[in-house]
């Protein structure tokens, strides 16, 4: 094929070299008095064809850390480096960047536009990059084929004749038009139906090998984080306080936070009943956090010293670190 | 809360103050300068120089302003270059007659207009709602000036109940709650309530019927709340956004009722701004819609606080 | 099956408008003992909270046609006056909702949202309603009650703006507790505690608690029974064990293996074709009344159209509405 359009970015730092690196990144909101700190220096890695989970109760951070990582607003602090290249002034520019990394949201409705159908919001970024009306017509087709959509049955549809699954496919289709190689999806699964999340899961399952892909998938859903991720990180109050193979981490939390989260989930057993709440209180709010370990006031294994000094992460074994004075000594 | 009402008022300073600034630069902008607006043109230049003088106007303009606030804000609004007399207590005896109209027209506009507009609300697509709805358009595209001459033809010239002109019989300024004072006032009132009472109609139509629609309408049904205590619930939800609607309407009637009192002759500030327009009196003018600016400001506070005191919601910016 | 606080017997609850009826509900039976922990479980749109505001009778009065039998503590609800419905309403039964930030006014504080229940059915005076209000938040585990009586919604958590709900709902001991999905819109970590406490309550208090949810995990976490619902009936009705794990109905065998849960990684979800039945009434009137599933189900075959398969007891408390059924062993 002639046509750059049609065929990904090619690979730069070859197979080692992370896809995605973000170093420092911050993201402070509101004026001096009550500032939100609502990323706080998070560093971390995508690496190529893995898929990184966030989690973290609401109001951590995790939606501002996908559009900090989108350039969808400015950081107050730190970088993102793409396949080994500064993305912005004096590296890599926005453009094409944003060719490579695409988004998919919780609200399936509110990122469609209602006013053009459905083949025309996949279509519009590769016309307005410059594909041909034929090539742009082909690749819909394709695409809407590749999520499970009958493309004479809906190519012509608007948004709201379509479920919500079905716009989540489309949201999918749209992000894969551009041939991105790093997808980010913040709560792609949250607002739907059990049976139609599952079908959903499968479809990212495949588009991942289909389209040679990295996924970074925001979800509160322990367990469907642990069903689709290779690695995990945990994010409390605008950091990250542990991270690591899904394995690992859902089998040895090294984190007292990463574990009470694991705690919380129901369990399908009725004879495996919880009786006390792993956590108490809400999840407090990123104005005036607590001092030192953040997570200190709700921590049960709370010792001396933890409102004074910052944990640094530290290993807990290969690739698995957490942010817990317990992994430092232990 | 004593913090919330400050705040306000600190935020109404500047719109005050820029009000009157522009009420000043009234005299300034107008074309030419501002000694013509007091002198013929042929005056003789020593006249000029005298009246610039006591006028102040030789000053830098800064400085003409502040001398000017602080008259204005000791009452004293200057002279009326048609009639050379003081302005303020003219302007205050037009002021009381447009209130007491503007308040008389509130009085049946608004109470009306919450009833057919709550009724229209709760009783959604049903044919009370179109009928409500029906008078509130009615109310609002009837002209002003038509509907008051139809009015002064029906009960002034053919049955001769109700007087068609002033404010009283005998043209004394003053005001006071009886039949020879209210006999004046019924025609204007009545006339200048019909857009208020659509606009306010159409207004508590919508926040009626959205309130209807919340959730916290089930909680309340479900708690086995009657109908009254339900409705103490919606009063006080749709109260802030009434409000702010039935204090705008107000402004306007002080503002807008022009036309009006130029119809019923109503010695009003419609009138009095009528007057000086066409007599080109630029320092009533000022005065009047300063005066007319700052109730208008005044009114948007007054709202403002008596939404944060209901609306928990709106205390804190 | 001892009916002795909720007995509902063929309730239909259909939405009438000019252009068109929606059949949300379409014929459930069920009975709740004193004491009793119901899950109706399903997917959105199936009718749940139609269902749950039908014994209530909070569905909008004017576009609403309820038929069937409700009896809640031996009192009919459908031929109830209104009046009679308002003096159920909060003190015989009442209700949680889904969003506590939209359930609850806005405008009144927390205190008051919960005295004038008190004032309305008890006929407390403000100072014995403020009282028991305090009682309530302590109740349901608020922090600093006397603060929080004087707090309006907006300026609570979610997790304590719903630990104020159920507060309101508790507030005249109701023996039945309705509770539409109250914990979906928390954190997993908040989820729990307000699933604990209102475990806790509903034995303290021997209440009856009938529990909307679409998810699994958390009817694992609270039910004595469930009632899967689909298309506006119940398809399969057990104890919590039965159905969790010997589903009968193919829908309820097709949402556990949907739901994610530990140990799927690197396995294929098993999904359900299609999509849910549309319940209006189509332009040519309703079409023959057959198994709603049958459409999307592998196991379909003639059989199933010929009208819809009764709740079948024969394995005891275990019910489903299969002709086909089988027990499978779902491993969760
Ligand atoms: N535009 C914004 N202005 C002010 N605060 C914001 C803004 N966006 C997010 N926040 C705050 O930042 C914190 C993190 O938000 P978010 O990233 O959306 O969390 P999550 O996605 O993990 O639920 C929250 O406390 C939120 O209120
Ligand atoms: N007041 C109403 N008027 C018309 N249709 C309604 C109304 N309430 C619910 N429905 C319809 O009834 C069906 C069942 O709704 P519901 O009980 O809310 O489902 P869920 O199981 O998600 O709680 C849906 O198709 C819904 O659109
Ligand atoms: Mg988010
Ligand atoms: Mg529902």
Redesign the pocket.
């Known amino acids: 094929m002639a046509d750059p359009l049609l065929d990904p970015v090619p690979d730069l730092g070859g197979p080692a070299q992370p896809l995605l690196l973000v170093q420092n990144l911050s993201r402070h909101?509101?004026k001096k008095g009550s500032v939100?700190r609502?990323?706080d220096g998070v560093s971390f890695a995508v690496k190529k064809g893995e898929t990184l989970g966030i989690v973290?109760?609401?109001?951590?951070?995790?939606?501002?850390?996908s559009?900090l990582i989108m350039g969808l607003?400015e950081p107050s602090g730190g970088e993102v480096i793409f396949d080994g290249e500064h993305v912005g002034p004096g590296g890599m520019p926005l453009s094409v960047y944003r060719r490579q990394v695409q988004m998919v949201f919780q609200d399936s409705y509110a990122s469609l536009n209602p006013r053009l159908t459905i083949g025309e919001s996949i279509g519009f970024a590769p016309r307005v990059h410059g594909l041909s009306r034929e090539a742009t017509d082909a690749r819909v087709r394709d695409l809407l084929a590749a999520v499970g959509l009958a493309p004479d049955q809906f190519a012509r549809r608007y948004p709201h004749e379509l479920s919500g699954g079905q716009r989540q496919r489309v949201n999918i289709a749209r992000a894969l038009a551009l041939r991105p190689r790093l997808i980010i999806l913040?709560e792609p699964v949250s607002a739907l139906d059990k049976s139609v999340e599952a079908q959903v899961l499968n479809l990212l399952v495949d588009l991942k090998a289909e389209f040679d892909l990295s996924y970074l998938f925001?979800s509160h859903d322990l367990n469907v984080v642990q069903f689709i991720a290779d690695r995990v990180l945990v994010?409390y109050l605008?950091q990250v306080v542990e991270i690591g193979p899904v394995e690992a981490l859902y089998r040895e939390a090294a984190h007292p936070y990463t574990a009470a989260l694991l705690a919380s989930r129901p369990s399908m057993d009725p004879d495996l009943r919880r009786t006390t709440p792993p956590l108490t209180g809400d999840p407090p709010?990123?104005v005036n956090p607590p001092s030192g370990c953040r997570f200190h006031p709700r921590c049960a294994v709370v010792q001396r010293g933890c409102d004074i000094h910052v944990p640094p992460l530290a290993d807990v074994s290969s690739g698995h670190l957490a942010a817990c004075v317990r992994v430092g000594a232990a | 809360m004593l913090i919330t009402i400050l705040r306000r008022i600190l935020y109404a300073l500047p719109i005050a103050l820029a009000v009157s600034l522009f009420c000043f630069a009234l005299v300034h902008i107008a074309p030419g300068d501002p000694i013509n607006a007091i002198l013929p043109p042929d005056a003789p230049a020593d006249v000029v120089d005298a009246v610039r003088k006591t006028y102040g106007l030789d000053k830098p303009l800064p400085v003409q302003f502040g001398i000017w606030l602080w008259k204005v804000l000791q009452g004293d609004l200057g002279k009326s270059l048609a009639t050379g007399r003081d302005i303020w207590p003219d302007l205050s005896g037009a002021l009381q007659n447009t209130l007491t109209l503007a308040l008389a027209a509130a009085m049946i506009g608004f109470p009306i207009g919450i009833v057919l507009g709550s009724l229209a609300g709760a009783f959604r697509g049903t044919w009370i709602d179109r009928a409500c709805v029906g008078t509130a358009v009615a109310g609002v595209s009837v002209p002003h000036y038509w509907l008051g001459m139809v009015m002064v033809v029906i009960f002034s010239v053919t049955l001769n109940w109700l007087p068609s002109m002033g404010a009283s019989q005998d043209g004394s300024g003053g005001w006071s709650l009886d039949w020879e004072h209210l006999q004046h006032l019924v025609l204007p009132a009545i006339t200048l309530s019909v857009i208020p009472m659509g606009i306010v109609t159409r207004t508590l139509r919508g926040i009626i019927g959205e309130i209807l629609g919340q959730d916290f309408i089930t909680t309340l049904r479900g708690k086995g709340l009657r109908r009254p205590g339900v409705v103490v619930h919606v009063i006080k939800n749709a109260a802030p956004q009434a409000l702010s609607v039935m204090g705008l309407q107000l402004g306007y009637l002080m503002g807008g009722s022009i036309l009006v009192e130029t119809v019923f002759a109503w010695p009003g500030t419609g009138l009095l701004l009528n007057n000086a327009i066409f007599q080109r009196d630029i320092p009533v003018l000022q005065s009047t819609i300063l005066v007319l600016a700052m109730f208008f400001v005044a009114l948007n506070l007054a709202v403002d606080m008596a939404q944060s005191l209901i609306d928990p919601r709106m205390r804190r910016a | 099956m001892s009916g002795d606080l909720v007995k509902v017997r063929d309730l239909a609850v259909r939405f009438v408008s000019r252009d068109r009826t929606v059949h949300a509900v379409r014929g459930v039976d069920f009975d709740l003992a004193a004491g009793e922990v119901l899950c109706i479980l399903g997917e959105s749109g199936s009718g749940k909270s139609v269902t749950l505001r039908a014994l209530m009778r909070l569905n909008p009065a004017a576009r609403t046609l309820m038929e069937g039998t409700v009896q809640v503590a031996g009192r009919d609800v459908v031929a109830a006056s209104e009046r009679e419905m308002e003096e159920i309403r909060g003190s015989l039964v009442s209700m949680v909702f889904q969003e506590p930030m939209t359930a609850l006014d806005p405008v009144f504080t927390i205190g008051q949202q919960i005295g004038e229940t008190v004032m309305r059915h008890e006929g407390l005076s403000k100072a014995e309603a403020r009282k028991r209000a305090l009682e309530l938040l302590d109740l349901v585990q608020i922090p600093s009650a006397e603060r929080r009586l004087a707090a309006y919604p907006h300026e609570l958590s979610g997790g304590l703006r719903q630990r104020a709900m159920i507060a309101i709902a508790l507030s005249c001991r109701p023996k039945l507790l309705l509770a539409d999905e109250p914990t979906t819109a928390l954190d997993a970590t908040v989820q729990i505690q307000i699933l604990l406490l209102l475990r806790r309550l509903q034995q303290e208090l021997g209440m009856g608690v009938i529990f909307v949810t679409h998810d699994l995990g958390v009817a694992g976490e609270i039910a004595d029974r469930i009632a899967v619902m689909y298309a506006g009936r119940f398809v399969e009705e057990g104890s919590v064990r039965e159905v969790m794990r010997k589903a009968r109905h193919p829908y309820t065998q097709g949402l556990l293996g949907a739901t994610v849960h530990e140990g799927m990684r690197g396995k294929r979800l098993v999904t359900i074709a299609g999509a849910p039945p549309n319940l209006e009434t189509p332009p040519g009137g309703m079409p023959p009344d057959i198994c709603a599933f049958a459409p999307r189900c592998e196991r379909a075959d003639a059989a199933c159209e010929q009208g819809v398969p009764a709740l079948d007891g024969a394995f005891g408390t275990h019910r489903a509405r299969c002709i086909h059924q089988i027990a499978e062993a779902v491993t969760c």
């Open positions: 909101f509101g939100v609502a990323v973290g109760e609401s109001g951590c951070g995790k939606s501002t850390t559009r607003i913040d925001i994010m605008g709010n990123p």
